[in-house]
Each structure stands twice: as structure tokens, then as C-alpha cells.
């Protein structure tokens, strides 16, 4: 499943963007929370709207400390270069992010060999797997070091218990625990627990504000003190240093202010909108949290993109295979209306 695939471009004004979280744009509170953001040289540590955010989200996740940086990839990268040195091993998920979705930086650029283990139904990975997978002390092998999970996977919120088992057995072979939380607020907010319940198994966590959140841009590295401080380093030496970032982090700042409660609704229209799929009966349906996956029983995906772009309505649908549909915050009960009517004509 290639959940980037393009969309069929619109013929007219773009109704509901359903490609993914990352398409929202800032609202007229968050632009004028940016406007206002009091800025500083980040790189020199002077700018207070930036160690604001990272001292907000470090508190709120129970961490000691965070670091602002681009991008998601960019985060777990740093994350994984800060924890593994040149031939040391991460064990994660075939499915994961980190291994399937970011380019292989980590191998290309920090050395890091990658064993990627099949993720189970529930989006999480096997204790008994975690265990096999770490090599002995043998010197052909490479160096286990780092187990990096993910939640949501696919949408799927990984439930507490299922977390807990994975990092026991990650601790039990003497490994550093990662999560990619790219959508933490959305698996807590699935799992109805606070988002430092989630996050608190882990010795390192990386948090994107530009999905569920609805910032335009930015990710949060969270960890101990002396970890975000190699992070740190790092981020410099992948050109992720920035200067008056202030604008960018007053906008995470207002996202986690705002912006969380609003995921629950999210989460509504994905399952209004699974109903409404599974009414249909043209093709498998699954709902998780935020996300709608339709897998047509014809092979009428690219028809289905181009007959609903011609509607103003996006969806990432692909040559064959299941349409990931993602609900979020620019999508509207009304917009949502316009994505039902336009599945019900088609199929009608």
C-alpha cells in the first residue's frame, strides 16, 4: 500500500483534501499567533517561543527535555542517530515509518542497520520477535541497540498493554526504547489516556505537529537531558538548525493549546465515513482513529480518484490496492457531506 499516491488533480475549487493530516493550513487564530511570536537566534539558544514549545510538550509528555526540529523524518532520524553509532542495529516494524517511509537516512547517512519484524493486526510488534531479533555479542553481527515502535500505526492506536509487553522485552535485552508518536494525540485520544500514559514507556519520543495538530510545519525530539543535547548536535549537522523559529514553534504552541480536543471529531467523521463506505458494499472497509482504509472490490481506483477529484474532493487512490482516506481538522461536517455524495453517486 503506497499511502503517498497521488491524487487526480481537481478540475474546480478543492472542497475536502482527503490525501492526508499534513494538508491543513493554519487558521486565522494559529496566523496571528504566529505573527506574534516574540523571536530569537534558535541555533544560539535565544529564542523563547521555540524553548517554550520544547519545555511545554518535554512537561506535558513527562520528559526532561525536547528539541524543535523540520520535520518528522528529520526527528526520528536525529533520535536514532543519537542512539546508535556506525554499525549498531534498530529493531522496528517492516511497516513502520522509520524503516519503510524515510528514505533509509538512517543506513545512508548514520550507518544504522535496520531489522525490520512483521507488525501484528494491532499494529503493534511481538515481544517473542523483539527477543529473537537481538543479536548475541558476536562480532558478526552488528550491535543491537534501539527498539523503535510507533503509535498510531496505520491509524491503529497500539493499546497500553500491548506497548508495555514490546518494551519489557526491548528493556529485558538491555535496548533504548524510541517512539515515532507522529500521531501520539490521536492514539491517546483513541485510547481515551493521557498522552504522558503513552508516551511514558519510552526513553525517547518524537511528536509531529503538522498532522492531527494542524501546524504548517515541525516535529518535537523529547528525551533525557543529555540525549536531546547529542540531538541537538546532530540536527546541526543535517541542516536542521534554525534562526528565528519562533513563528513556526508559536503555532505548535497554539495546536497544543487548541487543537487537541478537536481530534475526537476527527475521529467521528473517519467512522461516519467507514458507515457510510460499508453501506456501499462495494469493497472492504477499516476504520482506525482517524483514518479510512477502502479497498474497492473492482479495480476502479484511479476512475473513483478522477470522478471525485472532478467534485473537488481529494483522495490518494492509487492504481489498485486500498484507499487511505484521512480525516482532519479542514475537513468539515459539510465537506464531509460532499465526500458521502460523491461515493453514493458513483457507486449508485
Known amino acids: 500500500m503506497n499511502q503517498y499516491a497521488k491524487a487526480s488533480a481537481p478540475t474546480g475549487a478543492v472542497l475536502c483534501d482527503l490525501r492526508s493530516d499534513t494538508v491543513t493550513r493554519p487558521d486565522a487564530a494559529m496566523r496571528a499567533a504566529m505573527a506574534a511570536a516574540e523571536v530569537g537566534d534558535d541555533v544560539m539558544g535565544d529564542d523563547p517561543t521555540v524553548a517554550r514549545l520544547e519545555a511545554t510538550l518535554a512537561e506535558r509528555l513527562g520528559k526532561a527535555a525536547g528539541l524543535f526540529l523540520p520535520s518528522g523524518t528529520q526527528s526520528n532520524l536525529a533520535a536514532m542517530l543519537s542512539h546508535c553509532g556506525r554499525g549498531e542495529e534498530v529493531i522496528t516494524g517492516r511497516g513502520y515509518h522509520v524503516f519503510k517511509y524515510e528514505a533509509g537516512g538512517a543506513s545512508a547517512l ?3 542497520v535496520m531489522d525490520p519484524l512483521e507488525v501484528a493486526s494491532d499494529g503493534g510488534l511481538e515481544p517473542a520477535a523483539i527477543a529473537a531479533a537481538v543479536k548475541e555479542d558476536d562480532s558478526h553481527h552488528p550491535v543491537s541497540r534501539l527498539l523503535s515502535l510507533e503509535n498510531t500505526h ?3 492506536a497500539v493499546s497500553l498493554e500491548r506497548i508495555r509487553v514490546a518494551v519489557d522485552a526491548g528493556r529485558a535485552a538491555g535496548l533504548m526504547v524510541h517512539l515515532d508518536g507522529a500521531r501520539l494525540f490521536n492514539a491517546a485520544t483513541a485510547l481515551g489516556a493521557a498522552a504522558a500514559e503513552v508516551t511514558a ?6 511528536v509531529c ?3 492531527g495538530l494542524g501546524a504548517p510545519v515541525g516535529s518535537v525530539l523529547l528525551g533525557p537531558d543529555a540525549f536531546i543535547a547529542r540531538a541537538r548536535r546532530w540536527r546541526k549537522m543535517l541542516g536542521g ?4 523559529a519562533g513563528v513556526l514553534a508559536a503555532a505548535g504552541l497554539h495546536a497544543l493549546d487548541h487543537n487537541v480536543a478537536g481530534l475526537a471529531a476527527d475521529h467521528a467523521r473517519a467512522e461516519a465515513l467507514a458507515g457510510t463506505l460499508r453501506a456501499l458494499g462495494a469493497g472492504a472497509v477499516e ?3 482517524n483514518m ?5 472490490d473492482s479495480a476502479v481506483n484511479a476512475q473513483l480518484g478522477a ?3 472532478a467534485q473537488g474532493v481529494l483522495i490518494a487512490a492509487g492504481e489498485a490496492g486500498p484507499i487511505r482516506m484521512v480525516l482532519h481538522r479542514d475537513v468539515t461536517d459539510e465537506a464531509l457531506a460532499a465526500v458521502q455524495g460523491g461515493l453514493q453517486r458513483f457507486y449508485s
Not at 241 to 244: A, I
Open 292 to 296: 479510512v482504509f477502502f479497498t474497492p
Open 241 to 244: 538548525g534554525l534562526r528565528q
Open 110 to 112: 548514520g550507518g544504522i
Open 287 to 289: 476504520h482506525n482513529s
Open 201 to 206: 514507556p519510552f526513553d525517547t519520543v518524537s
Open 154 to 156: 496505520n491509524g491503529k
Open 307 to 309: 470522478e471525485l477529484a
Open 209 to 211: 505537529l503538522s498532522k
